[in-house]
């Protein structure tokens, strides 16, 4: 199956990597990579992939799916310096693809936030499993076919909570699978990542500049560390997106509804239909 990112041509440049970020969404990464854009780096996070439209969530996809579902050719060095090549920093992505990362990138500097288990998996929920509940019903299950860019995200969140939830979704079980899961991935971090190249941060512990200037090697700034992105944030990243999908189905199903039932009329009138 062709890939998204082998049709990106080959850059001219690529930005060294100055650090990349191993932690799940809702671990503070949006706060992070906010912190990281005013110390001056340039971070590549979900909020990337949401400005960017279908081109990124697409080549997301297709680094998901091999990493996790062993669909199709896994990432190596050249894809990930085709998209990330503007960038210095990566964040997230990684989560979705970890011995990629980690093969593309052996001598890097990377950090890990890690969360209280149970407390993850019920963000997780109250984020990503509304966003899959949304992606599900009536009306977006019929209005994200007609836009690309919500279809393919539907299809990264579907696959990645079914994996994370082993298939349990919204369930009892699926909670008790978000954070067993949970704590298998950050096991498998600190196994694999050399402890000499890894920085690990509690979130219940405290996080914020004190924990990160000094291992960038960078002063710390006199302003506040940025939002913790809560789940109201985090919808509210989220809406336009889906209101514009709304719109594009309200439109497409209107525009292929109103022939039909005016043909119908017309074939009634016309003695060609009787009830």
């Not at 992505?93 to 149970?118: G, Q, V, W």
């Not at 899959?132 to 690309?148: E, K, N, T, Y």
């Not at 336009?240 to 039909?260: E, N, Q, R, W, Y």
Request: overall charge positive; glycine content about 6%.
């Amino acid at each position: 199956m062709p890939r998204y990112i082998d049709t990106v041509p080959k850059p001219t440049h690529v930005k060294p990597k100055k650090l990349i970020v191993l932690s799940a969404p809702r671990t503070g990464t949006h706060g992070l990579y906010q912190a990281l854009k005013i110390l001056g780096f340039k971070p590549y996070h979900m909020a990337e992939v949401l400005k960017a439209g279908t081109p990124a969530v697409k080549i997301l996809n297709d680094g998901l799916n091999a990493e996790y579902f062993h669909e199709g050719k896994p990432y190596g060095r050249e894809e990930f310096d085709k998209w990330f090549a503007d960038y210095d920093v990566i964040i997230e992505m990684p989560f979705f693809m970890l011995r990629s990362t980690l093969k593309a990138y052996p001598d890097a500097k990377f950090l890990l936030t890690e969360r209280n288990p149970e407390k993850w998996a019920k963000s997780y929920r109250n984020t990503i499993g509304d966003m899959v509940i949304q992606f599900g019903s009536f009306p977006l299950s019929v209005c994200r076919h007609f836009d690309a860019f919500t279809y393919y995200l539907s299809q990264t969140a579907f696959r990645l909570y079914d994996y994370m939830s082993n298939g349990y979704r919204m369930t009892p079980e699926g909670q008790k699978f978000l954070a067993e899961n949970y704590k298998e991935y950050i096991a498998e971090v600190k196994r694999v990542v050399p402890p000499k190249q890894l920085k690990v941060c509690k979130l219940e512990d405290g996080f914020g500049w004190d924990e990160i200037c000094p291992y960038l090697g960078v002063p710390v700034p006199d302003t506040p560390w940025p939002s913790l992105n809560t789940p109201e944030e985090f919808h509210e990243i989220g809406a336009p997106k889906i209101k514009a999908a709304l719109m594009k189905g309200f439109v497409a199903t209107t525009s292929i509804i109103v022939p039909i039932v005016a043909v119908g009329i017309w074939a009634f009138r016309k003695g060609k239909l009787s009830i």
